[in-house]
């Protein structure tokens, strides 16, 4: 009689281990996610100390960058399936933008710079 724990050779081995691309992938997406929300909470205490901006320009930043996100993973998610399965350059180019423009945010010398690079944030994420 077999025993309940050891293997029957004629079954093959399942691997129950991540491929590396998704474990890459994930912390990459976990390291710039953890950036962006170091990032996005002192936007409007810069646009309010720094920058004398009002709520209304953080209002405008915020919703022009959101909805700048939104309309672009509609096409980034278009576009990703009819590439049929080379999403590398979209990925790539997406971490590429959000990881260039955040930086920057502290050389802003206005709340329309703040709005570009912000905008341009988001887009990096609406690539991916």
Request: net charge positive; hydrophobic share 50%.
């Amino acid at each position: 009689m077999n025993k309940p724990d050891q293997t029957n050779p004629a079954q093959p081995v399942v691997s129950r281990q991540l491929p590396r691309t998704v474990i890459v992938l994930g912390l990459v997406s976990f390291f710039n996610d953890f950036a962006s929300d170091i990032v996005v909470p002192l936007i409007p205490i810069l646009l309010a100390t720094v920058l004398s901006a009002g709520p209304i320009a953080l209002g405008l930043i915020e919703g022009v960058a959101d909805a700048l996100a939104c309309f672009l993973k509609l096409w980034a998610g278009r576009h990703s399936d009819v590439m049929s399965g080379r999403r590398k350059g979209l990925a790539l180019s997406g971490y590429m933008l959000s990881n260039l423009a955040r930086p920057l945010l502290g050389l802003a010398g206005s709340w329309v710079t703040v709005l570009l690079l912000r905008s341009v944030d988001r887009i990096g994420k609406g690539l991916p």
